[in-house]
């Protein structure tokens, strides 16, 4: 089964105090709460400069999660509470945020604060 691509764009993301949800095109929904997440990577994708090139993935402790593409409504709220984890890596995140690599940057570990 083919999956269209636009089923998996999102129709909203959420991120408060509980954590971050993303509701997707297909009426599905991921999440992770903050006090499940494990691992945050921002994923570049040189497919730009039309096409989202850049997302968040938020990993929770069960190996679940959600993509948040940087171009989101709801993508400076999530970096302000990102960079408010101890331990976040903001060098590597500012590097991840200016390269056209094809490349993940894991910019936070739990217990690696």
């Known amino acids: 089964m083919t999956q269209d691509s636009s089923s998996a764009q999102s129709r909203t993301v959420s991120v408060d105090d509980t954590g971050v949800r993303r509701r997707l ?3 599905s929904e991921e ?3 903050w006090s499940d997440l494990s691992s945050v990577m921002v994923r570049v994708i040189p497919d730009g ?3 989202e090139d850049v ?4 990993v929770g402790t069960d190996g ?3 993509a ?3 171009g989101d409504p ?3 709220a999530l970096i302000e509470r990102l960079q408010s984890l101890p331990g976040f890596d903001n060098e590597k995140f500012i590097e991840a945020m200016t390269t056209d690599a ?3 940057y894991v910019v936070w570990e739990s217990g690696q604060n």
Do not use: E, R
């Open 25 to 27: 095109a297909d009426g």
């Open 31 to 33: 999440a992770v709460t």
């Open 49 to 51: 400069p039309w096409n």
């Open 55 to 58: 997302f968040f993935m938020l």
């Open 64 to 66: 679940k999660g959600t």
């Open 68 to 70: 948040v593409p940087s």
């Open 74 to 76: 709801a993508a400076d």
């Open 102 to 104: 094809d490349q993940a």
